[in-house]
C-alpha cells in the first residue's frame, strides 16, 4: 500500500502570494498516476491536475503540478503550485494515485 | 452536461445496512469506471471502492471488504454501493465519482450523508 504524506498539513497565505503544496509518496509512483484536488466544505471535490502535470478542463494557469521523477518517469515527491492566490482558493487539496488513496490532504487559508 | 446525484443516505443503527445509489447522466456510463469516495466528519478523502465498466473487475479498502458490495446497472446508468454491519466509523459523506481523463475523478456527485449511530 502506497502512503501518500502531504505537507505542510496547513497553509495561511495572503491574496496575491503563491503556494507550494509537496505530496511525498512512499515508494515510487508513475508520474501519470497522480492527481490532484480541490475540496471546498459542502461542495465536492474538483479535479485540478491529472498525470501530475496536466491541468483539467477549466482550470486557470495559476494552478500548475509538478513531479520529481527519474528517467522510468516515476517518482516520489510531486509538487502544486498555486500562484496569484486569490480568497476563493481556500480549500484543502488533495494528491492521489488514480483509483486508490488519497493524500493526507493540506488546508489552505487565504486572509 | 455530465452529472452524477447520489442518494440514500441516512441514521442506521451499528449493524444496519444501507444502500446508496448513484444516477448518472451526460455521458455514456457503461464506458467509465466509477468509484465510491467517503469523507467521515474532520477527515481527509478515503477511496472506498471502484468498478470497471463491464464489473467484472471490483477494488475495495480493506476496511469495508466482507462488509460493502459495490455493484452498477448500465441499463439504467446507475452506480450502487450495498452497505453491511455498518459501524459507526463508517459515518461520512459518500461521493460517487467518475473516472475519466487519464483515470482521474473528473466528475463528482455532491455526496449523500451516512451516520451510523445508535
Known amino acids: 500500500e502506497i502512503v501518500l504524506t502531504q505537507s505542510p498539513g496547513t497553509l495561511s497565505l495572503s491574496p496575491g502570494e503563491s503556494a507550494t503544496l509537496s505530496c511525498r509518496a512512499s515508494?515510487?509512483?508513475?508520474?501519470?498516476?497522480i492527481a490532484w484536488y480541490q475540496h471546498k466544505v459542502g461542495q465536492a471535490p474538483r479535479l485540478l491536475i491529472y498525470?501530475?502535470?496536466?491541468?483539467?478542463?477549466?482550470?486557470p494557469d495559476r494552478f500548475s503540478g509538478s513531479g520529481s521523477v527519474r528517467g522510468s518517469g516515476s517518482g516520489t515527491e510531486f509538487t502544486l503550485t498555486i500562484s496569484r492566490l486569490e480568497p476563493e482558493d481556500s480549500a484543502v487539496y488533495y494528491c492521489?494515485?488514480?483509483?486508490?488513496?488519497f493524500g493526507t490532504g493540506t488546508k489552505v487559508d487565504i486572509k | 452536461e455530465v452529472h452524477l446525484v447520489e442518494s440514500g443516505g441516512g441514521l442506521v443503527q451499528p449493524g444496519g445496512s444501507l444502500r446508496l445509489s448513484c444516477a448518472a447522466s451526460?455521458?455514456?456510463?457503461?464506458?467509465?469506471?466509477l468509484t465510491w469516495v467517503r469523507q467521515a466528519p474532520g477527515k481527509g478523502l478515503e477511496w472506498v471502492a471502484n468498478m470497471n465498466p463491464g464489473g467484472s473487475e471490483i477494488h475495495y479498502v480493506d476496511s469495508v471488504k466482507g462488509r460493502f458490495t459495490i455493484s452498477r446497472d448500465n441499463a439504467k446508468n446507475s452506480l450502487y454501493l450495498q452497505m453491511n454491519s455498518l459501524r459507526v466509523d463508517d459515518t461520512a459523506v459518500y461521493y460517487c465519482a467518475r473516472s475519466g481523463v487519464e483515470a482521474a475523478y473528473d466528475y463528482w456527485g455532491q455526496g449523500t450523508l451516512v451516520t451510523v449511530s445508535s
Open positions: 492521489q494515485q488514480y483509483g486508490s488513496f
Open positions: 498525470g501530475a502535470s496536466s491541468r483539467a478542463t477549466g482550470i
Open positions: 515508494q515510487s509512483v508513475s508520474r501519470i498516476q
Open positions: 451526460g455521458f455514456t456510463f457503461s464506458n467509465y469506471w
